[in-house]
């Protein structure tokens, strides 16, 4: 019988992912997880602060200053 292309595709994502794939360490994902949390919130306070700086720019170019 002739094989498919699609499932010998599959085949072989599946024996990339079983055997050729290097899968991280449980610490070195607890590692990489910190940091993108650590780089999320940074990036958050510095959106945060444009935006109070872009507000307050605003609110002083249309005079809604309070």
Excluded: C, R
């Amino acid at each position: 019988m002739k094989k498919y292309k699609i499932l010998t595709d599959i085949e072989e994502s599946y024996n990339e992912l079983v055997h050729k794939v290097s899968w991280p360490t449980k610490s070195e994902l607890v590692n990489s997880t910190i940091v993108v949390m650590v780089a999320s919130v940074i990036a958050a306070l510095i959106l945060w602060l444009i935006d109070l700086f872009l507000n307050f720019v605003m609110g002083q170019v249309y005079g809604l200053a309070g």
